[in-house]
């Protein structure tokens, strides 16, 4: 039995992580593959280094590109490595592009194809992420749902109960592992910042940061939210060009990516985060840290039903209001069920003992 593990952009290789240390820890044979989605240094290298994860066993070096171009390259890049290392199974996670493409050569070269992170719907067939959610999953033998609202999903859409795994947050375990570790470093002193005293904000959803005009209404409003409570801004490489020709207001200080020891440390000391990142959803629910989503929709409702998350969409006026109503009434927080740290463990139990070793059954 031979699993190759599949990371290709910056809220992979969390993920990823977990689920590799479990499968070695059973003694699995794994191949670690890297696409090169992302490839700056602050969008890939550091997380290797930080979240020590072992160098790609393969790295793709595919690129930026549009959908197309990108997805081909994937697809062309990978379908050989497939035919020459021959997995048994492969594990992709979340839904960038890497996950979607890789999977697809997966399924049609016969190996396994187990999705971490299955069964959330935005329901917003706009997202290129939905896009590459539904379809992932469809082409899945194993679908490992962080939550139970993403079970209910694949019930809903037809998945066979024996294909779906509520397994947890992956994600939440590589944050439990490292919370300490980024409290006790230097963030914080460094950037001149004092527990409690500033917010975080980050955008890279192409609706909020492509347009100029959308951009800059919510920088408008970013300025306002400033006024109260400063915000620091790492800015993806996504937004970084309009984010330069628009200027930022004052009081939001504007920071390239930060790796992940720093977003962490400043995540869990912020009085505020601003995002349309997935994963930041989940990460301010687990810290109890409130999180304005200027987004309509979220394909992780668990966030606002049990986390700290508020959906509070892109109209300025808005998002001053609610960030005013959040910096004067934190919101309480539950963490949800099997966000415990253990969830590439299960991922891993299942793949070993019950899944792939047994030779399951294809979906039919
Ligand atoms: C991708 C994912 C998105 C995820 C995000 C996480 C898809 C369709 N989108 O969006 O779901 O939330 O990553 O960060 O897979 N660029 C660089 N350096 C890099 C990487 C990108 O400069 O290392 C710039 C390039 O100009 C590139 C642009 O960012 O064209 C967009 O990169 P791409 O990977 O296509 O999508 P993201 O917006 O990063
Ligand atoms: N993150 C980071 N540095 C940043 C912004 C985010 O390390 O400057 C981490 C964040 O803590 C989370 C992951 O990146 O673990 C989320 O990735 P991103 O927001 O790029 O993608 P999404 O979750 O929206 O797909």
């Known amino acids: 039995m031979k699993i190759m593990c599949v990371a290709g952009a910056r809220p992979n290789y969390m993920k990823i992580k977990p689920v590799l240390d479990a499968l070695r820890e059973r003694g699995a044979p794994t191949i670690l593959v890297h696409t090169g989605q992302h490839y700056d240094a602050l969008m890939s290298d550091v997380f290797f280094t930080e979240l020590d994860l072992p160098a790609p066993d393969h790295f793709l070096g595919v690129g930026s590109g549009s959908h197309a171009a990108q997805t081909a390259r994937l697809l062309t890049a990978f379908e050989p490595l497939v035919d020459k290392e021959r997995p048994d199974a492969v594990v992709v996670v979340g839904d960038v592009n890497s996950t979607v493409a890789c999977a697809l050569v997966a399924a049609k070269a016969g190996c396994l194809v187990a999705h971490v992170e ?4 935005s329901r917003d067939w706009s997202m290129p992420e939905e896009v590459n ?3 992932t999953d469809r082409l899945s033998d194993y679908l490992f749902a962080p ?3 993403a079970v209910a999903n694949l019930v809903a859409e037809g998945y066979r109960p024996d294909q779906v795994h509520l397994a947890g947050n992956v994600m939440v375990d590589t944050l439990l592992a490292n919370l300490d570790r980024a409290r006790t470093g230097d963030t914080l002193t460094r950037l001149g910042l004092v527990p409690g005293g500033y917010g975080v904000v980050t955008l890279h959803r192409p609706a909020n940061v492509d347009d100029p005009v959308v951009l800059g209404g919510l920088l408008t409003a970013l300025g306002e939210v400033a006024r109260d409570c400063p915000l620091v801004f790492p800015v993806h490489p996504r937004t970084r060009a309009t984010m330069e020709a628009l200027g930022a207001p004052p009081g939001v200080r504007l920071v390239p990516p930060a790796g992940y020891l720093d977003f962490l440390a400043l995540q869990a000391d912020a009085r505020l985060v601003l995002t349309d990142s997935g994963g930041v959803q989940e990460e301010t629910t687990v810290l109890g840290v409130p999180c304005l989503t200027l987004r309509d929709n979220t394909e992780r409702p668990i966030t606002v039903t049990e986390g ?5 969409g892109r109209d300025p006026g808005r ?4 960030a005013h109503q959040v910096l004067a009434t934190p919101p309480p927080a539950r963490r949800p069920a099997l966000w415990d740290g253990q969830a590439g463990r299960r991922i891993a139990a299942v793949l070993t003992m019950g899944g792939v070793a047994a030779g399951r059954p294809r979906p039919t």
């Open 319 to 322: 998002v001053i209001a609610a």
């Open 308 to 312: 700290t998350n508020q959906l509070v």
């Open 118 to 121: 299955a069964g959330l719907r």
């Open 133 to 135: 959610r539904v379809v």
């Open 147 to 149: 939550s139970p609202d």
